[in-house]
């Protein structure tokens, strides 16, 4: 067990503004990094965080065993030319693995002292990305390109398997690192028990190895089949913004806009397609990856996976996602509840009710 537990938090702009200007007193010690971490002893864990736009480096961590996974570092260093997404010195018993570490202002990692860094994709740095000088460093699995100084520079230390060539990614621009078929990363690695997932939690390996870098091809939610073709139907959604939902459930239709609805449904017997989100929308909505429907009198929910554009935290969808199930009993009205969550610009607001959304519940829909 672990003594602290950092996860799914979201630490950018210390020291800066959102503008890039620098606001950091770099006369104090520890500066204004991401994450600073100075334990002798401590183990931690650093798991599905953003960690980016930081005047200094995304993470330091100097001592301490730790395991830091499925993490995004990100444009660090924007105040301080000599710092970029991590600093990682005296890790011995520390792993490092499906962590996505892009443009930062300087090297990706620079590491010392038995860190383990495996299945890291770590790309577009101003420095080199991965830097380390120690004889217990061990690197496999990484996959490390088209960094400004040398991509993988160690002095000492085990590595294999790494890829320094052109992984061929869906859409590094636009911070999409995953890999696209014929990708010379595919089934390259070598077999790692201390990863077992990817960075999405595909498991690890699809096809007939494990993948080099932090995305495993195959099966992952990136190519995830979309049900084709989708039934059309039509709109079979019985609630409007004037009906009245059942106690103990929210509201199908956006509560800063009702006229917006966010859980509907089309019908084209015996199918149902199930809709959730606002593909249209340009507020940020995430989708939960999972409806339920149940026949009216019924007495369980069926779950209904709904499938959307890219797997966010193993668990939403982004704007919008739907799924397709049978009507459960074609002689009575279906329920449906699904879960979106909007980003107000201030806070979240999941499974509204009214416009306060002082408490979430499941979004009702009624479908005929
Ligand atoms: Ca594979």
Known sequence: MEDYQFINLNIHHNGVTENGQSTCNRGQNPGCYGIYNRNDHFKGLIEGCEIHDNDGYGIVSIDGALTVRNNKIFNNGRGNPNHGGVQAIYQEGSVWYNNLIYNNNNMGIWASNGIELYNN???GNGGAGIQATDGGTVVRNNI???????????????????????????????????????????????????????????????????????????????????PTPL??????????????????FAVPWDVQNPSIMLVSANCTPPMLLLKAG?????????????????????????????????????????????????????????????????????????????????????????IQ
């Open 231 to 248: 039934p059309s139907g039509t709109n079979c959604s019985q609630y409007t913004s004037s009906s009245q939902i059942p106690q103990g």
């Open 278 to 366: 606002d593909p249209n929308t340009t507020k940020t909505i995430y989708v939960y990856k999972d409806g339920y429907v149940a026949p009216s009198g019924g007495s369980s929910w069926t779950p209904v996976q709904l499938f959307g554009s890219s797997l966010i935290s193993g668990a939403w969808y982004k704007s919008s996602a739907q799924g397709v199930t049978n009507i459960p009993d074609p002689t009575k009205a279906t329920y449906y509840v699904a879960y979106t969550c909007t980003w107000t610009g201030s806070k979240w607001m999941c499974g509204c009710r009214d416009a306060a959304c002082s408490q979430s519940y499941w979004q009702l829909q009624k």
């Open 144 to 226: 490390v390109y088209r960094n400004g100084g040398e991509d993988i520079n160690l002095s000492g230390g085990n590595a294999s398997n790494n890829l320094t060539s052109d992984p061929l990614f869906a859409n590094p621009s636009q911070g999409d690192f995953h890999l696209t078929s014929g990708s010379p990363a595919i089934d390259a690695g070598i077999s790692l028990p201390e990863v077992p997932t990817d960075f999405e939690g595909t498991p690890r390996p699809q096809g007939s190895a494990y993948d080099i870098g932090a995305d495993e091809y195959g099966s992952g939610v990136s190519s995830s089949p979309t």
């Open 121 to 123: 994709t770590i790309y």
